[in-house]
């Protein structure tokens, strides 16, 4: 079972995190969800993380090379500062 990152038992010796960091986690996958994650530690599977938007696909194992040769040769084809001023907006 994956685990996303040891945010929640962070907080079990008393260490606290930054507040840009939980407001990113709040902004991308919603309190609730950060919730989870920050305050009771839950473990989430892939297919949670991916139902939270934490993923944004899964990919076999057998498949991941030419996933990844795939979407290196699309980010390729694209203008380069086209892309720059997409990734900054989004």
Request: a positive charge; proline letters at 4%.
């Amino acid at each position: 079972m994956a685990r996303l990152g040891r945010l929640g038992p962070a907080a079990r010796p008393g260490l606290h995190c930054y507040r840009s960091g939980v407001g990113r986690f709040v902004s991308r996958l919603g309190v609730d969800n950060a919730k989870l994650l920050f305050l009771i530690a839950r473990r989430l599977d892939a297919q949670a993380m991916r139902r939270i938007g934490y993923l944004t696909q899964l990919v076999a194992p057998e498949a991941f090379e030419a996933e990844v040769g795939a979407l290196s040769r699309d980010c390729a084809s694209m203008a380069p500062l086209a892309l720059l001023g997409m990734k900054r907006h989004l």
